[in-house]
């Protein structure tokens, strides 16, 4: 089919379809010109198409616009989940929401409990060093005790036999069970306890509660009994406590080297510190020894300044011995005993 023969057919097919279109047409042909009435026809089916593509690109650029907010409320979501708050759904997100989720807002701090307060030292192990914040401090009478001796109970079961046995020379009631609150080498409080004769009792107390106010140091303070040695020698216990740098006071023995009964059988002396400051025998040339090998730096250079170690400008030979009228075994002659505090009683 020619080129021609197509668009005559093209013709016919639209007058049917538009019949005054094809009229114009069909006289525009001879004319040459388009007829006024074809042109508004085709502005009318310009400007409908005009509105149609246009509602369509307005549909389009609304999606667009509330896809692009949504992704921004997510994000400021996500931020803030980031920031430590937990992430909000994006129509939960609210310029109040934001701000309140800021990690910039205030927020008024939960305090925290402290360690409660430690004031019944008799429920605590001997040796139980307070935490920070557990010792009461205005309640401080409360922790120096002093505790009769009654056969059966938890005391006396711990030294029948070994520190304490019966004899004609001191009786259980003679003696009393004193737990007293001291620091230790490391500046901490610690529960002590310790055995002396009921009539210094106390005076003991006293003595304590002066060192614990100026903060006076004893490395321990358990009774003998627990450094007991399968020997059942007092002696040995006495070593093994020393070796331990134990401060310690009663226990049924004679003295050091001899046969006599000990100051410490009758709860009336107390060794203190005795590492730092030990028991020498004196040789002739004046010479010291001691068996404690860690004992041996001290017996010369003692000096006040030196941690630990009695002498007379020492807090403790001011307070026995100044104060209380105690005798310090640092004086004597014959043998030399620095740890020593002793006390006749009437």
Known sequence: MSAC???RSGHRLFRQWCPLWGDKLKKSNHTGSLPPAGIWAGIVLVFLIGILLGFLLGRRTGADRKAETVSAETSVGSAAGAAGEPDLPPAAVTPEAVVTASPSSDVTAVPTEGPALLTDITALPPGYVFADGEFDFESIDGYFVIREIVPGDGIFERINGKSYYENDNVALSDLRYL???HYNFDGKIQV????VNARLAEEFIQIFR????????IKSMYLIDNYWQPSGDPDDADTASINEDNTSAFSYRVITYGTNLSRHA???AIDLNPLENPYATVSEDGSLYTIHEESRQYLYNRSSAMPHVITHEDPAYQIFVIEHGFTWGGDWDNVVDYQHFEKMVQ
Do not use: L
């Open 5 to 7: 023969c197509s668009e």
């Open 179 to 181: 737990m007293v609150p």
């Open 192 to 195: 002590g306890e310790i055995i």
């Open 210 to 217: 002066e060192f614990f106010a100026i903060g006076y140091q």
């Open 266 to 268: 009758y709860g009336c």
